[in-house]
């Protein structure tokens, strides 16, 4: 296994939310961005998201809390959490 890849995590019945938020200049782009919350999810499925929304091999995710990638005329925040810690 490479360096840069992890291990999938075993699934452990608990359901995970990505919550996405995407802050952009309004100058830029007409608006200052927009915000998604995932339907509850396994980890993995959560991962595979987050991976996608990334540009990364969703393998590659290692379930950290928070991960940030420059978008056009802004940046994008990705978070995951338990769909128990919801509070949106």
Do not use: F, K
């Amino acid at each position: 296994m490479s360096a840069d890849r992890v291990a999938p995590h075993r699934d452990d019945g608990e359901l995970y939310v990505v919550r996405v938020q995407d802050h952009i200049d309004v100058q830029i782009a007409g608006h200052n961005g927009c915000a998604y919350a995932s339907p509850p999810a396994s980890r993995d499925s959560a991962l595979a998201l987050i991976g996608l929304l990334l540009g990364r091999d969703p393998h590659a995710m290692n379930g950290a809390a928070a991960w940030t990638r420059a978008v056009p005329g802004g940046r994008r925040t990705i978070t995951l959490a338990r769909a128990a810690d919801r509070t949106d």
